[in-house]
Every structure is written in structure tokens, then in C-alpha cells.
């Protein structure tokens, strides 16, 4: 079945410094894929989505490509700030109905 | 705002106890999920309504059963909740297929004492 890889956490950063946070994907056909976050206490907030090869998504200084050729969506920022501490989790759609398949999730802490 | 809600965001229950879980949304969505999320685990759904249809997952218990009386609300009822149920239930809405947006709740932190 579908499935999402995303590397293990927590990824500690200094503010300021280059973030990438890798995403790995095995579907049949063509998914959408996602980028969601999580703070803390809260719920899954859409940081940012591409929906065909090639597509770049964006958001916040955020970006991801969606790479068909290495089923990948790896998530970027140049420049963190400490309000990006949070739990990132990629995940994929499967084709018409829009089931979401999860990664389990990456937290990111960034210090000042 | 238009918005998800949950209530209420900590729950906790007895063994064998059954549980009710309830989510809220003024977005007017047609699709409701539920999610169940395991402590450092992915959300993992359990099961949707697109309207009034329901759609259970292939893996999903018995022991978990869903509700929804009109657009705005849906409920998840637990009957006989287990150690392993806890969890973190996870209620999110879509305006309907394809690549529309989930918007999720804030959760409800289940505990089974």
C-alpha cells in the first residue's frame, strides 16, 4: 500500500540556519502530496502542497518540490526562526478521494 | 472563524467504560474524518463520512463506531475502550474530494485508566 518515510527527529537547528527535512514516498499512480505542521497543543495546520511532478509548493519561506523521479518531497527553509519549533509530517493522497497517508512525523526545535 | 472543534480536548476513561468523543465545524464541509494518533506515530484514520455516507477503514475495530447526525457535527464512540486505545483522536473536515484541504481539529487526548 501507500506509504511516507520522513526521517527521525528531533532536528535541532540554531535560529537562522538552513533547515531540510526529508520526505520519501511509495504510491501506485500519481498522489498529491502534503506538508502539514503541528504546534504545540494544537491541531495539523496545511503548511504547504504540490499535486503533480515538478510542482514546487510554498509557504511561510517553506518549500518542497515534488520529485517523481526520486518519490521524494523534501522540505526546505533558508532561515528558521524559533516560532518553527513544531512537528512536521509529510503526507500523501491516494487518487480521487483524499485519504491521507501520514509520515510519522518530524519535530524541529530551534534556539535562539 | 470558521473552525474545527473538539471537545473535549482531554478525556480521560475506565476500562471497559464506553467513551464519547465529539467534533464541531462551521466550515459547512462535506467530509468528516477521524483520526486516531499513537504517541510518536502518524495519524492514522479510522474512518469518514462524505455527507451521510460512512466509510470504514479495512483495519479499523469494531470497537470503534462513528456518528454523524447532521453537517456541522460528528461523534466517535468507543464502546469498551483498552489500554491500547490510548490515544490522541484526531477530527479533521474537506469541502469533498479530490484535492481539497483537510482542516484539523486540536485533538482529544484519550487516557484508559
Known amino acids: 500500500g501507500d506509504s511516507v518515510t520522513q526521517m527521525e527527529g528531533p532536528v535541532t537547528l540554531s535560529e537562522e540556519a538552513f533547515l531540510t527535512i526529508n520526505c520519501t514516498y511509495t504510491?501506485?499512480?500519481?498522489?498529491?502530496l502534503f506538508w502539514y505542521v503541528q504546534y504545540p497543543g494544537e491541531g495539523l495546520q496545511l503548511l504547504l502542497k504540490?499535486?503533480?511532478?515538478?510542482d514546487k509548493g510554498s509557504n511561510k519561506g517553506f518549500e518542497a518540490t515534488y520529485r517523481k523521479e526520486t518519490t521524494s518531497f523534501h522540505l526546505e527553509k533558508g532561515s528558521v526562526q524559533v516560532s518553527d519549533s513544531a512537528v512536521y509530517f509529510c503526507?500523501?493522497?491516494?487518487?480521487?478521494?483524499?485519504?491521507?497517508?501520514f509520515g510519522t512525523g518530524t519535530r524541529l526545535l530551534v534556539s535562539p | 472563524d470558521a473552525m474545527v472543534i473538539q471537545n473535549p480536548r482531554y478525556q480521560v476513561t475506565q476500562f471497559g467504560k464506553p467513551v464519547t468523543l465529539s467534533c464541531s465545524q462551521t466550515?459547512?464541509?462535506?467530509?468528516m474524518y477521524w483520526y486516531q494518533q499513537k504517541s510518536s506515530q502518524a495519524p492514522k484514520l479510522l474512518f469518514h463520512?462524505?455527507?451521510?455516507?460512512?466509510?470504514n477503514e479495512a483495519d479499523t475495530p469494531d470497537n470503534f463506531q462513528s456518528r454523524r447526525p447532521n453537517t456541522s457535527f460528528c461523534f466517535l464512540d468507543i464502546r469498551s475502550p483498552g489500554l491500547g486505545d490510548a490515544a490522541m483522536y484526531l477530527c479533521?473536515?474537506?469541502?469533498?474530494?479530490?484535492?481539497?484541504?483537510?482542516?484539523f481539529g486540536p485533538g482529544t487526548r484519550l487516557t484508559v485508566t
Open positions: 479533521a473536515t474537506s469541502k469533498g474530494q479530490a484535492t481539497y484541504e483537510q482542516y
Open positions: 504510491a501506485t499512480g500519481y498522489p498529491s
Open positions: 504540490a499535486t503533480k511532478a515538478d
Open positions: 503526507a500523501l493522497s491516494d487518487k480521487g478521494f483524499q485519504k491521507l497517508v
Open positions: 466550515l459547512n464541509h462535506n467530509v
Open positions: 463520512y462524505y455527507d451521510k455516507d460512512f466509510n
